[in-house]
């Protein structure tokens, strides 16, 4: 197979499969909204999960549901701060609707994203927390919650929920929720006073209870984003774990731990209980039945004499997946941002994006200084490819006098040509390169744009207020499409005439896949393409004026 041939398979292929794909994204029906089985109102139904860790567990009431009253219909108090608009519902004491201020809704539905949600919206996803221990305070009970609405004021660093459970056989409980300004942080703990006559060896449990709708879900490549629980411990690292695979009872994870942290991962958030590291602490995960399903840690907690108190809690996160940030919150929370076989190029690329970004404050200018880089790293294979192509374009009359000597006989003009190209020291594969070079970075980058919260609803300039979206004026599709049609004019004229119309309908054909892009991609492409024109026409103007007969030889 010729250079050619080769790189018009190359070319023609790549354009084939990111079509479809464009396609598929475009035409994807959008998920049903979750619908609530009768008598199975919010995740609130979900079971107590019953320790293991002590022998003080066996003998406790798996479920000690006296409350029936689903969470949903339940009273709320408001707690606002300048990131979070949190819902926390009487029963349990659950943050039932977390608004994220500071992001938008998907789609044009306007207002802020919403993480947490009873189902009024799409989902139901609500972090609920409790107490295992026979009369002590779960998800189901029904706390004291106060009047009015809580508001961080000017001045204040924090603002703190105080949740009373009622009193049951002498131990008073109080749940605390502490929200702090400019964080997706909530210190959640409950404070136990032991006013019985007995020792109690209480187990406190903080789960994540959502169903299993995906959530903004992309799928191109080879990748997905994940939606669904993940576990991390130092000896086990990062686990996803599908939901399906927790129905089925394969689910893998590490059931107990000193460190580490468990989450509810979906498309560019994160919620996640973050216990002390030294801990001793118990991971689960179930199906719920009804398409809910719950994954959290246990944690113990130490006697507690008649007269003593005691605090157990842990942090929740919940919020963007922010790359830079979440590396400092815990040990591996970073990995929740997952670009499956494609992180080796899309980390550091991101990386090299946000550097970027620090110096320009706008990520579409770092998108265009990162292309300027990798064509910077890639120049010189890039020049010899274009070197290759330059000859093959000043040997293009000789090739079709070859042509007109042997059509008739492909072998022999096979070989004449490998003959001419020994001779003239050309590589016929030489021009394939730069598009090997390009495909897996462009995917790379493809991820970066849909998998980085950076970049949702990141604004370049004029026109382009989101660059992980399309263009809504398709004005950079048109030019790279006509950038495009530059580079052809500029390479070796196909001496097949089909070769020659499929070659020239290649700028039609990727204008028309780019057209449901990321504008943020098609900038990357726009912007490599008018780099490698120039690079291209400067070298074969170079190789022109070598060949003998020029004016300038």
């Known amino acids: 197979m010729d250079q050619r041939r080769l790189i018009l398979f190359l070319v023609f292929s790549f354009a084939l499969v990111m079509l479809w794909d464009g396609w598929l994204k475009h035409n994807q029906p959008p998920a049903p909204p979750q619908q609530a089985a009768a008598g199975v109102a919010t995740p609130a139904d979900g079971a107590v999960p019953t320790p293991s860790l002590s022998a003080a567990a066996p003998g406790q009431p798996a479920v000690p549901g006296e409350q029936s009253v689903a969470a949903s219909a339940a009273p709320r108090v408001v707690v606002e701060t300048d990131l979070l608009r949190a819902e926390v519902s009487a029963q349990g004491g659950d943050i039932v609707r977390l608004e994220l201020k500071q992001h938008k809704a998907s789609g044009e539905t306007g207002g802020s994203f919403v993480l947490f949600d009873d189902g009024a919206v799409r989902h139901q996803y609500a972090a609920q927390t409790g107490l295992i221990g026979e009369g002590l305070p779960n998800h189901k009970t029904m706390f004291e919650l106060p009047a009015g609405e809580l508001r961080l004021k000017d001045g204040e660093d924090a603002v703190e929920l105080r949740l009373q459970a009622p009193e049951q056989g002498g131990v008073q409980v109080t749940r605390v929720m502490r929200?702090?300004?400019?964080?997706?942080?909530?210190?959640?703990?409950?404070?136990?006073?032991?006013?019985?006559?007995?020792?109690?060896?209480?187990?406190?449990?903080?789960?994540?209870?959502?169903?299993?709708?995906?959530?903004?879900?992309?799928?191109?490549?080879?990748?997905?984003?994940?939606?669904?629980?993940?576990?991390?411990?130092?000896?086990?690292?990062?686990?996803?774990?599908?939901?399906?695979?927790?129905?089925?009872?394969?689910?893998?994870?590490?059931?107990?731990?000193?460190?580490?942290?468990?989450?509810?991962?979906?498309?560019?958030?994160?919620?996640?209980?973050?216990?002390?590291?030294?801990?001793?602490?118990?991971?689960?995960?179930?199906?719920?039945?009804?398409?809910?399903?719950?994954?959290?840690?246990?944690?113990?907690?130490?006697?507690?004499?008649?007269?003593?108190?005691?605090?157990?809690?842990?942090?929740?996160?919940?919020?963007?997946?922010?790359?830079?940030?979440?590396?400092?919150?815990?040990?591996?929370?970073?990995?929740?941002?997952?670009?499956?076989?494609?992180?080796?190029?899309?980390?550091?690329?991101?990386?090299?994006?946000?550097?970027?970004?620090?110096?320009?404050?706008?990520?579409?200018?770092?998108?265009?200084?990162?292309?300027?880089?990798?064509?910077?790293?890639?120049?010189?294979?890039?020049?010899?490819?274009?070197?290759?192509?330059?000859?093959?374009?000043?040997?293009?009359?000789?090739?079709?006098r070859m042509k007109e000597m042997y059509g008739n006989d492909k072998a022999k003009m096979q070989q004449e040509m490998m003959n001419l190209y020994r001779t003239e020291k050309i590589n016929p594969l030489g021009g394939c390169l730069p598009i090997l070079v390009q495909i897996p970075v462009f995917i790379a980058l493809y991820w970066v744009l849909l998998g980085s919260v950076e970049m949702r609803h990141a604004p370049w300039l004029g026109w382009i207020q989101d660059l992980s979206a399309k263009d809504p004026y398709f004005i950079l599709p048109i030019i790279m499409g006509a950038s495009m049609l530059i580079q052809m004019k500029l390479n070796p004229t196909p001496p097949d005439p089909i070769q020659a119309k499929v070659m020239m309908a290649m700028p039609i054909i990727f204008t028309f896949m780019f057209l449901w892009f990321p504008s943020g991609l098609v900038l990357y492409w726009v912007v490599n393409n008018i780099l490698s024109i120039a690079q291209q026409w400067q070298i074969t103007r170079m190789i022109e004026s070598a060949k003998p007969g020029s004016k300038d030889a």
């Open 179 to 400: 929200f702090a300004r400019g964080s997706y942080l909530v210190d959640v703990f409950y404070e136990i006073r032991n006013g019985s006559g007995q020792a109690i060896t209480p187990h406190a449990y903080f789960q994540l209870t959502r169903d299993g709708n995906p959530a903004e879900q992309v799928e191109a490549f080879g990748v997905t984003t994940f939606t669904g629980p993940a576990f991390f411990t130092d000896a086990n690292k990062f686990q996803k774990v599908q939901f399906g695979d927790i129905t089925d009872g394969d689910a893998k994870f590490p059931k107990t731990a000193n460190d580490g942290w468990v989450a509810m991962v979906q498309h560019y958030f994160v919620s996640a209980w973050l216990p002390e590291q030294g801990v001793q602490r118990e991971y689960f995960a179930r199906a719920l039945g009804n398409n809910l399903f719950s994954a959290g840690v246990i944690l113990p907690v130490a006697a507690i004499e008649p007269g003593a108190s005691a605090t157990v809690g842990t942090r929740l996160y919940a919020g963007p997946q922010e790359q830079d940030k979440l590396e400092g919150i815990a040990p591996g929370l970073d990995l929740v941002v997952d670009y499956g076989w494609l992180t080796v190029i899309a980390a550091p690329l991101f990386w090299v994006l946000s550097w970027f970004h620090s110096l320009t404050g706008n990520w579409g200018w770092a998108i265009i200084l990162v292309t300027v880089a990798i064509k910077l790293v890639f120049f010189p294979l890039s020049a010899a490819s274009y070197k290759s192509m330059a000859k093959m374009r000043v040997l293009g009359p000789r090739l079709q």
